[in-house]
């Protein structure tokens, strides 16, 4: 290991503007950051088994890799520290056939938000039983293909889709599974959280205002649906459970109120997903089985309060299950030097994709781990702004990254935590088409989802 200078001694090389040192070693993986199987020989990184020099040669890049192992250790421990909860998969996180089918095998169940993310679920023969659905806006024609597909849970966003389900369960004959999305005014972000009175945002019921109340009222008197729980989702990226505890005080509330007015205790509480995952060293989330029994602790003290027995708690981690486990590869095109005013120079490395296959950097300024990932390099740290291709200055990869002085054209880098939200959020701005989704394991390689042709791109275009 190589010692660094203690502090911005680097010369011309450093922004004076970054708050972080340089890691220790470069050449280093900070094991809550990269996947289970990420290693280095002789400074190339492989995952699953496989150099990632081998993968980009077969695949093509930019690629987006999943260690299979990673994942199935993720699940064991989701299963493990939620037994005798539900855990539903948020599909929007990523799905494809393959995905959905190993959710499926891994005994979870599957959130859906839209007729796309359900076609695959269906495509991929899900449990519908097991198929929860969500949005704020489910069109008519989205809500009738759930119901007569069987989907297991309906959550209910608004007053005209109480109706609208209840019609269209009432014409299928079905007595359709629901639950009533609440919105209790808690907003979490990492460490942070706010309790607000009010709640000023598009999803579901709110609390505080008796919208909650009016909707359950509204449910519990229509024939074709049957109530079964109450929902809340409060954020994501969450980083403890002090959110959750504001979140279950009053939606536990709630359904002591609802017992009182109609002598109904409802069966299950989803409590949502969030948990949080370590984008970068510095980030750390609370270890998964602790978080889900201080989940449990919180749900239980309130209920007991209250005299109500313990529902069936239900999550719904999408981030946490998938995030990690994945990371990009991208080949460097150039290095640019640029002069910024107080002397310091920003080195600008650019590579083959950027916000069309991860958008998070430019909408949410999230914070990615950044590695050379070709070959190792002694030479000094230097602080770099990864950027992609697209015509745009806020196409940022990762805004601050440490990566060898000599990072140069035809490097290969990995960025790390890209499982989630990237594929699921890929667009094709300057009609970029969106790179493979390969799962890695075991040295072996396989495709989820192929690189996406210019013809792909064409076939769409009447002419
Ligand atoms: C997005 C979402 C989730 C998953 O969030 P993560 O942060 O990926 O865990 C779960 N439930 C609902 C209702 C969501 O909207």
Sequence with gaps: MRAHPAGPAHGDLINPAAPNLPPEDLNGLHPSVWPATAERSDGVLSIGGLDVRDLVRDFGSPLYLLDEADLRAR??????????????????????????????????????????????????????????????????????????????????????????????????????????????????????????????????????????????????????????????????????????????????????????????????????????????????????????????????????????????????????????????????????PVQLDAGAVRHFVSVDGGMSDNIRTALYDAAYTCALASRGSDAEPMLARVVGKHCESGDIVVKDAWLPADVQPGDLLAIAGTGAYCRSMASNYNQ???????????GQAKVLLRRETEDDLLRLDAG
Excluded at 190 to 199: G, P, R, S
């Design 75 to 336: 699940a064991r421990a989701l299963r493990e520290a939620f037994a005798g909860a539900e855990v539903y998969y948020a599909g929007k996180a990523f799905l494809s056939v393959g995905f959905a089918r190993w959710v499926a095998s891994e005994g979870f169940g599957l959130d859906v938000c839209s007729g796309g993310e359900l076609a695959i679920a269906l495509r991929a023969g899900f449990p519908v039983d097991r198929i929860a659905m969500h949005g704020n806006n489910k069109s008519e024609r989205e809500l009738t293909r759930a119901v007569e597909a069987g989907v297991g849970t309906i959550v209910l966003d608004s007053y005209a889709e109480i109706v609208r389900l209840a019609d269209i369960a009432a014409k299928a004959d079905i007595r359709q599974r629901v639950m009533v999305r609440t919105t209790v005014g808690v907003e979490a972000h990492t460490h942070e959280f706010i309790a607000t009175a009010h709640e000023d945002q598009k999803f579901g019921f709110s609390f505080s205002s008796g919208a909650a109340a009016e909707a359950v009222r509204r449910v519990l008197k229509l024939p074709s649906l049957e109530l079964v729980g109450l929902h809340s989702h409060i954020g994501s990226q969450i980083f403890d459970t002090a959110g959750f505890e504001v979140a279950a005080k009053r939606v536990v509330q709630l359904l002591a109120d609802i017992r009182e007015e109609h002598d109904v205790e409802l069966a299950e509480l989803d409590l949502g997903g969030g948990l949080g995952v370590a984008y970068t060293a510095e980030d750390d989330p609370a270890q998964l089985h602790r978080f889900a029994a201080d989940l449990r602790t919180i749900v239980a003290y309130e209920c007991g309060r209250h005299g109500l027995k313990m529902p069936k708690i239900v999550v719904e981690p999408g981030r946490a299950l998938v995030g990690p486990a994945g990371i990009t590869l991208y080949e460097v095109g150039t290095v640019k």
């Design 432 to 442: 970029v088409p969106r790179p493979p989704v390969v799962s890695v394991g075991s």
